[in-house]
């Protein structure tokens, strides 16, 4: 295994901490089957090899027509309603997504627009992939350090559209899906930890076409050709395996030490699914046991920037996280970016 050089581990205090005050998520309510994949397949695959692959039975997607921001909008919309919070309350609005509704303007003005608010808050996209939340959430909260009230976070949006008819890699890979987590101030301290890496040796293994190039083909939407829908590959994931392990073991020790416990101090672990393989490496390589972590791969498919928070709003329902119980989140992501932090109810 090569050794890598990572950032200095760091520990932070907060002296205007912040805590999670609602999550929710959703949905589309048409789901599509490994079954009916298949029959769009030039080569289909036999289902025990798809799920050896990726995973997938499953997943949820959207109607034709439907933007991004209708589906963040959704979850939005609910996540403010939880937390008797308005629209015009929040601080800042941040958007995770894979393209968005526009690549400009940001969709999270679009999503401003939609939600009906009345003032000229800050809106903007912050786009890293699966690792985009744990970015946005570390931000937001020292947003709220600096003097921001609520920060709302949206993930997700319209993923299985955009990927190829024809790359089993991807192609039953991918479902749609929106999550909503709104912070605000807490007089206590509940993120404990938090660490972030990015390593470019491994940049093309997980990537977006050249928007440049389609650009210059003439394509006036990314829907309006049928060679566009190749908007995602995956390369071999494998050739980053050895550095994905280190980089994750890495994070996890480091949020321990900084967070001042021990691996059985954490109540849950969560990491981003990419795959089913690599999810399985990743929770093996960290002797992570079956009851301390949750999966949607099988139902929901890669919801990309939603699913790290996806994962969090499915555990909360799954076992009422109690105060006091802590959670590791653990992601990696396209660039290859990842980091990761502990969340104490």
């Given at each position: ?7 200095e ?10 805590e ?5 998520s959703?949905?589309?309510q048409?789901t ?9 397949q030039?080569?289909?695959l036999?289902e025990?090899?798809?799920i050896?692959?990726v995973?997938?039975k499953?997943?949820h ?8 921001s209708?589906?963040?909008?959704i979850?939005?919309q ?12 929040v601080?800042?609005i941040?958007?995770n ?5 526009r690549?400009?303007?940001?969709t999270?003005s679009?999503l ?9 808050v800050?809106?903007l996209?912050?786009?890293g ?19 921001d ?8 949006g319209?993923?299985h ?6 790359n089993p890699?991807?192609s039953y ?7 909503a987590v709104?912070?605000?101030p ?8 938090h660490?972030?890496f990015?390593?470019y040796?491994y940049?093309d293994i997980f990537?977006?076409?050249d ?8 394509c006036n939407?990314?829907t309006?050709?049928?060679s566009?829908?190749?908007?995602y ?8 395996n ?5 980089a994750l073991k890495?994070t ?7 967070a001042?416990c ?11 699914e990419?795959?089913?393989?690599l ?6 390589h ?6 301390k ?8 498919g890669?919801t990309?920037?939603?699913?790290m ?5 499915n ?12 959670v590791m989140?653990l992601s ?5 970016c990842?980091?990761g ?5």
């Amino acid at each position: 295994m090569n050794t890598y050089t990572f950032p200095e581990n760091k520990k932070y205090s907060w002296s205007r901490p912040c805590e999670i005050l609602s999550m929710a998520s959703y949905l589309p309510q048409s789901t599509l089957s490994n079954e009916q994949i298949f029959r769009t397949q030039k080569n289909p695959l036999p289902e025990p090899m798809v799920i050896r692959m990726v995973g997938v039975k499953n997943r949820h997607v959207a109607q034709p027509g439907v933007s991004d921001s209708d589906l963040m909008v959704i979850a939005a919309q609910e996540c403010l309603k939880k937390a008797a919070v308005t629209a015009d309350d929040v601080s800042k609005i941040v958007v995770n997504k894979f393209l968005g509704d526009r690549i400009l303007p940001p969709t999270a003005s679009i999503l401003q627009r939609k939600l009906g608010v009345k003032r000229a808050v800050q809106c903007l996209d912050i786009d890293g992939g699966m690792n985009s939340f744990i970015q946005s959430f570390i931000m937001a909260a020292k947003c709220i350090q600096s003097g921001d009230e609520y920060v709302l976070i949206v993930s997700g949006g319209i993923c299985h559209d955009l990927i190829s008819r024809d790359n089993p890699r991807v192609s039953y890979l991918f479902g749609d899906g929106a999550t909503a987590v709104l912070l605000g101030p807490s007089e206590k301290t509940h993120i404990l930890s938090h660490y972030e890496f990015s390593n470019y040796d491994y940049l093309d293994i997980f990537k977006s076409t050249d928007f440049y190039s389609a650009a210059k083909a003439g394509c006036n939407t990314v829907t309006s050709d049928p060679s566009l829908h190749d908007m995602y590959s995956i390369g071999n994931w494998k050739d980053a395996n050895d550095f994905i392990m280190e980089a994750l073991k890495h994070t996890h020790d480091n949020l321990l030490e900084s967070a001042g416990c021990k691996a059985e101090n954490i109540d849950y672990f969560l990491v981003t699914e990419i795959n089913r393989p690599l999810w399985e490496n990743i929770i093996n390589h960290l002797n992570i046991k079956p009851g301390k972590t949750i999966s949607l791969l099988q139902e929901q498919g890669n919801t990309l920037t939603a699913n790290m928070p996806m994962l969090l709003v499915n555990l909360d329902k799954k076992v009422s996280l109690q105060p006091g119980q802590r959670v590791m989140m653990l992601s990696v992501g396209e660039g290859i970016c990842g980091g990761g932090c502990i969340y104490q109810k």
